[in-house]
C-alpha cells in the first residue's frame, strides 16, 4: 500500500482541485444574454430571460438563421444551447431576421447569469453535487480494495473533469475545444461507472450474459461518442442544429450499466441484495439526469434544474451505497481492529490476518504487533 501513497495523493489533491474549481466557474457562470428555441435544424427563435433584457436590436421571436452566422458566432450559441460558459465580456455580432422580414446585425455581448432566478438553485445545487462526486472519489481510492474501486474512483474523477472542462470560460474555437474535451472525460466516466458494474455482477451473472452486455455496452459508447463529436461539428460547421431527441443515444451505456446492476440483482443472495439495489437506483437516476442534459424535455431551463436535482439525489445513493453498502471492498477499515499478532513470525514473513485485511507488509524481526 506504501507504494502507492505518493499516487494517491496526487489524485487526491488533483480531485480536490476539481472541486474548487468547478464550485467557482459555477458561481461565475456566463452566457448570452438570451436563450434560443429551436424552430428546425437550421432556424431558432430568439427567447427572453427572466432578469435579464435583451440587447438594444433584439426582439423575442426574432430568427437566428444558423447558416448566416460566422463560425465563431455559432460556437458561441453552441455554448448556449448546451449550458457551458462562455467568456464574461466576450462580443459577437448575430445576423438576425425580424418579424416583419427585415435583417440586421446585432452585436451580443456575455454577461454573468448567476443572479438570474432560474439558475441561482442550480448552482447551489451544483455546489453539492461535485462534493459528492469528490468524496466518493477519495474514499474509492483511499478505502477501496478491489476493481469496483477504480471502476467507481474513475467514474467519478471523469464526470468532474469533464465538468472542469465544460465550464471553463470560453468562446469561439475555445468552446469547441473545450467541448469536445470535456466529451472525451464523460466517454472515460460511461466506461469506469460500466466497470464497476460489470465487478459487482461479476460473481452472479453467466460468461454468455456478462459477453452480451459488454458487447452491447462498447457498441452503445462508440455510436453515442461518434454522435457527440458529429454533433457539435456539424453544427459548428454546417449550421445544423442535429435534433436533440437523437442524442438519447449517449445515455445507452448507463442505461446497459443499470441493467447490469439489476440482472445481478436478480441472481444475488439476499446479504448482497441491498447494495445491488441501492446502486441499481442510483444508477437509473443518474441515466435519467443524463438524459436530460442530452434531451431538454421540460424545457431548456426546468430541465437544466432537474437534471442537477438528478445528480444531486443520484450520487448521495452512490456515496450512501459506498459507506453503507459497501459496493466497493472497504474491508481494511472494517476489519482493521481485528488484527491478530504471532509473536511466531519473525523477519520478512506476511501475517496472514493482514493478508485478509489487505494491509500486507513484513514486520521487524521481534518487533510486536501495534
Known amino acids: 500500500m506504501h507504494r502507492r501513497y505518493p499516487l494517491l495523493v496526487l489524485l487526491s489533491l488533483f480531485v480536490v482541485g476539481l472541486i474548487a474549481w468547478n464550485c467557482t466557474t ?39 438563421e444558423y447558416a448566416r452566422q460566422p463560425p465563431g458566432a455559432r460556437m458561441d450559441l453552441f455554448a448556449v444551447a448546451e449550458f457551458a460558459t462562455v467568456r464574461e465580456g466576450h462580443s459577437l455580432e448575430l445576423v438576425v431576421t425580424h418579424a416583419d422580414g427585415t435583417s440586421s446585425n446585432v452585436t451580443v455581448e ?17 455546489f453539492v453535487w461535485y462534493i459528492l462526486a469528490g468524496a466518493i472519489a477519495l474514499m474509492a481510492l483511499w478505502r477501496g480494495r478491489d476493481r469496483a474501486a477504480w471502476g467507481i474512483a474513475t467514474w467519478a474523477i471523469a464526470f468532474l473533469s469533464g465538468m472542469a472542462l465544460y465550464q471553463a470560460p470560453a468562446y469561439d474555437l475555445q468552446v469547441l475545444g473545450f467541448g469536445l474535451g470535456a466529451q472525451t472525460c464523460f466517454l472515460l466516466a460511461r466506461v469506469g461507472f460500466f466497470f464497476m458494474a460489470d465487478t459487482i455482477a461479476a460473481s452472479v451473472l453467466a460468461p454468455r450474459n ?3 452486455l459488454r458487447y452491447a ?80 424535455l421540460f424545457g431548456y431551463e426546468i430541465s437544466y434544474l432537474v437534471e442537477i436535482i438528478a445528480y444531486v439525489v443520484a450520487f448521495s445513493g ?30 520478512g514473513h506476511f501475517h ?19
Open 26 to 64: 459555477i458561481l461565475r457562470y456566463a452566457g448570452l444574454p438570451f436563450a434560443f428555441d429551436p424552430v428546425n435544424p437550421q432556424v431558432a427563435k430568439i427567447a427572453q430571460l427572466h432578469e435579464v433584457s435583451l440587447p438594444p436590436g433584439l426582439h423575442p421571436g426574432d430568427r437566428l
Open 110 to 126: 456575455s454577461l454573468s447569469l448567476a443572479p438570474e432566478p432560474s439558475f441561482r438553485v442550480s448552482i447551489w445545487l451544483g
Open 210 to 212: 456478462r459477453r452480451v
Open 217 to 296: 455496452f462498447f457498441i452503445a459508447l462508440a455510436v453515442g461518442y461518434a454522435f457527440e463529436l458529429s454533433y457539435s461539428l456539424y453544427f459548428v460547421y454546417g449550421a445544423v442544429l442535429i435534433p436533440r431527441i437523437a442524442a438519447a443515444i449517449w445515455v445507452l451505456p448507463y442505461a446497459i450499466a443499470a441493467l447490469t446492476l439489476l440482472a445481478a440483482h436478480r441472481g444475488a443472495a439476499p446479504e448482497a441484495r441491498p447494495r445491488l439495489r441501492w446502486t441499481f437506483w442510483s444508477g437509473v437516476i443518474l441515466t435519467f439526469g443524463i438524459l436530460l442534459s442530452n434531451v431538454p
Open 318 to 347: 452512490l456515496l450512501y451505497s459506498v459507506l453503507r453498502h459497501r459496493v466497493v471492498d472497504m474491508s481494511f477499515v472494517v476489519n482493521r481492529d481485528r488484527l491478530q499478532c504471532d509473536p511466531g513470525h519473525r523477519g
Open 352 to 370: 496472514p490476518a493482514r493478508k485478509l485485511c489487505g494491509e500486507i507488509r513484513p514486520r521487524r524481526a521481534g518487533k510486536p504487533c501495534a
